[in-house]
């Protein structure tokens, strides 16, 4: 993961940093994975285990890999959507929808609690609660939140150009 995140902005496409969508999605993928063969790896594999509890703790095993699998596909497919009915932000756990009149400008912010949360672009909206933009995010490992807001700034001008333009009629449906 080294170098820039390229990130495309257009109308009425989803817009997303798709290296750390992908990445996020394949390493749930893979815990997912790990957890389901859990029931595998038991070192008392050839105990004398009753039959419905052995298949009991398959059933929980691979519930939890299956949840986890629901999530990297959430994951997968987080994103922003921009267009003329408004403004769709698709995280791992939550969708929000915002009104073009509703919405207010995009700026760099933390995304998450307790002063250590993921710096990506916070939508402002007009009532005063953010909504963060997950899969625009940069990475975090650092803590250098100043260079990180340096750098999410230019994307955050770039879509408050287009929600302008929108809200404003001068670009067609």
């Not at 756990?93 to 760099?108: N, Q, Y």
């Not at 963060?132 to 250098?144: I, K």
């Amino acid at each position: 993961m080294v170098g820039p995140d390229t990130v495309e902005v257009a109308r009425s496409a989803w817009i997303r940093n798709r290296r750390r969508t992908r990445a996020w999605a394949a390493i749930a993928a893979l815990w997912s994975l790990a957890f389901a063969c859990l029931l595998f790896i038991s070192g008392d594999f050839h105990s004398q285990m009753p039959l419905g509890e052995y298949v009991g703790l398959g059933a929980f095993y691979f519930g939890i890999g299956a949840v986890g699998m629901a999530f990297a596909g959430r994951v997968a497919k987080a994103g922003l959507w921009i267009g003329p009915d408004g403004i769709v932000v698709r995280g791992p756990f939550r969708t929000h929808s915002v009104s073009l009149a509703a919405a207010e400008v995009f700026v760099p912010g933390l995304q998450g609690g307790a002063g250590n949360g993921t710096p990506c672009p916070m939508l402002e909206r007009r009532d005063g609660r953010p909504v963060g933009v997950w899969a625009l995010g940069r990475r975090n490992v650092v803590f250098r939140y100043r260079r990180l807001f340096q750098e999410i700034q230019p994307l955050c001008d770039e879509l408050n150009e287009l929600v302008t333009a929108l809200q404003s009629g001068s670009l067609s449906v």
